[in-house]
């Protein structure tokens, strides 16, 4: 598997493995053999991962007492990359300045996947993971989330894989993986 520059998808019905190659392609699973291209590149799995991935569970379970802010600054000792102002732009443009006070446990399913995503674009990974991105978001916050991650990922030195059923709509694809 090559993931080219851009924003790519992996498409497949439940079950068919989407999740589990994330996280295998993330180094949170051991590769048990093959190998992983990365914007042309072919690496062995520990390779990619110290290319700087951006791979989390969006629901962020394990900041359920964190505020937005507090959350974003435990993620952002993890890349040293991460963008102050990619963060600030996002939190405006997914509408969650009015929670920034609120700890995640009080916010709804879909506010607490906006700050997980806020997080993946400010990340400045090289790759970045998504599992479902647009699952409990309105459609507003989907065309907005979309063109966030159409300008991110512009870049010819930075990737995006996004895992779902279907390929995401008005948005152009660098490549397609069905499983």
């Not at 949170?28 to 992983?36: A, E, H, V």
């Not at 674009?121 to 993971?129: C, K």
């Amino acid at each position: 598997m090559s993931i080219p520059p851009g924003v790519s998808a992996l498409l497949g019905d439940e079950g068919s493995g989407k999740t589990t190659l994330l996280r295998l392609l993330s180094g949170d699973l051991p590769m048990q053999s093959g190998q992983i291209g990365v914007l042309g590149v072919g690496l062995p799995s520990p390779a990619l991962l110290q290319g700087d991935v951006f791979w989390m569970d969006l629901r962020l379970p394990e900041h359920d007492e964190n505020t937005p802010g507090q959350c974003w600054s435990a993620l952002a000792r993890l890349w040293p990359d991460w963008s102050e102002d990619a963060q600030q732009s996002g939190c405006e443009a997914l509408q969650l300045t009015p929670h920034l006070d609120k700890r995640l446990n009080m916010l709804s399913t879909g506010s607490r996947r906006k700050v997980g995503l806020v997080a993946a674009l400010a990340s400045g990974a090289t790759v970045t993971l998504l599992d479902q991105p647009f699952v409990s978001l309105d459609q507003a916050s989907i065309r907005v989330l979309q063109a966030m991650l159409n300008d991110t990922y512009r870049d010819a030195q930075r990737a995006c894989l996004i895992a779902d059923y279907e390929p995401p709509m008005h948005m152009p694809l660098a490549a397609v993986f069905q499983l």
